[in-house]
């Protein structure tokens, strides 16, 4: 942009002067009379002389800025032409014609500032156009937020506001976004093979595809009698269970299938242990309901990560299980909204009662507190009693044969394992090591 440096330059010229060499040094901003003032001195002319300079070779040179540099060895000859040389008309003409060259010099330097003038109005243009598209930007950013809080607000009868939801902490910018229409997800007529597999823990969970899930989950409100309990509008509960769906993250693993899950796996230990005979519809809704909930909008850090990097979830919630208490909070704003409210028909007291049990069960699954809540239950077991309600909520069904023990038989095999891997790391125990290896392969007769 601009001039370069080097046509800022001063310019060096050489004359003979009485067969002497002359150096004249003038900036290239000097106009043509100056320059002639200037030869005139150099050569012993007096000032306001007509003079004319020429080349070794005779030839004329012009006496402007844009002369021609020379060397010593190719001198210049200024001549002085006031000698009679030209008369009054020509000296007049030689005048005019200074004033002339000296006109367009002025008019050159104008145009190089205004071309230099015109290109950094262009960019001052340039960044001024930038910097507005970035205000333009930032205030559209802050309309879009203002309109979808209020959108969220009015949704949610001015609750939305003092929850936090995935609106606010969500990395890929979902939000609670509601069908007022009939949920568009097919609705998938289980096969009675399905249903019986579906009753039991050991149900395969890996093979479903999400709408799929959905309608596994919609089955077991229906089967367990919930939504005749709770006089739940069926469309009311799918469109819950979207709401549920879609506030689940992507997560390698507290995501939407891990939700179904735990859900599966409490569905099937009710059906297991007979737990209809046991206790109340309402107590199975809870557990139920809590389970669907459970991990709501999951970020897919920890704990211990959320208060140590002072999350403004740890903030929000004072480093007191933070994940547990933002899934209660998601759980409830969705519930907030009346077009996923299944409990909208239930009275106000039992529904309080509902809310109160379903938080102290999310809560619960923080396994900080799992130490704790092992320890109540072990000094109520031995005097169990289904209808005291503090050791029911304490409740770990027998389910010895079919999980528990299971369990146990995995972690009697990763313990063998264990015991194989610290006997080669040590690089002794030989005969042990190979005796453990074919128990653990089930191959005694195995030959190494």
Known sequence: MGSSSSSYAPKTIYLDVDGKVQKVVFSRHCS?????????????????????????????????????TNSPNS?????????????????????VLSQVAEQFSRAFRINELKTEVTNRLAMLEKRVELEGLKVVEIE?????????????????????????????????????????DVPSYPKYTLSQETIEALKKPTFDVWHWEHNEMLSCLEYMYHD?????????????????LLGIQENYRSNPFHNFRHCFCVSQMMYGMINL??????????????????AVCHDLDHPG????????????????????????NHHCA???????????????????????????????????????????????FKHKVDSFDFTNEEHVTCLFPQIEEIMV??????????EELKQIDDAMTEGSGSRFMIQKFKKVMGRPDLRL
């Not at 043509?32 to 007096?46: R, W």
């Not at 203002?146 to 936090?164: A, I, Q, Y």
């Not at 909204?337 to 999310?362: D, G, H, M, S």
Request: charged share 25%; glycine share 6%.
């Open 273 to 290: 242990c007979n737990l209809p005979e046991k206790m109340t519809l309402t107590d199975m809704g809870i557990l139920m309901t809590a």
């Open 140 to 180: 559209k950013c802050k309309n879009d937020l203002k309109k979808l809080r209020d959108e969220m607000t009015s949704r949610g009868g001015g609750r939305v506001g003092n929850c936090p939801c995935k609106y606010n902490f969500s990395d890929d910018g979902k939000k609670l976004n509601p069908r007022r």
């Open 75 to 95: 001198l210049y000859k200024v001549i002085s032409l006031s000698t009679g040389q030209l008369g009054d008309k020509e000296d007049m003409f030689q005048n």
């Open 32 to 68: 043509p009379c100056d320059i002639k003032e200037l030869l005139c001195s150099s050569s012993n002319i007096p000032r306001n002389t007509a003079i004319m300079m020429v080349d070794p070779e005779g030839a004329l040179v012009s006496i402007d800025p844009t002369m021609p």
């Open 224 to 240: 367990l009698g919930l939504v005749k309990e709770f006089n739940m509008n069926p469309i009311t509960l799918k469109r819950w």
């Open 405 to 414: 023990q299971p369990l146990r038989d995995s972690r009697d095999h990763y």
């Open 330 to 376: 998601v759980a409830f704003q969705i519930l907030s909204l009346p077009e996923c409210n299944i409990f909208a028909n239930v009275e106000l007291e039992a529904y309080k009662q509902i809310r109160q049990a379903i938080i102290t069960l999310i809560l619960a699954t923080d396994m900080a507190r799992h130490g704790e809540i092992l320890d109540s």
């Open 301 to 324: 850090y920890n704990n211990t990560y959320q208060i140590n990097a002072r999350t403004e979830l740890a903030v929000r919630y004072n480093d007191i299980s933070p994940l547990e």
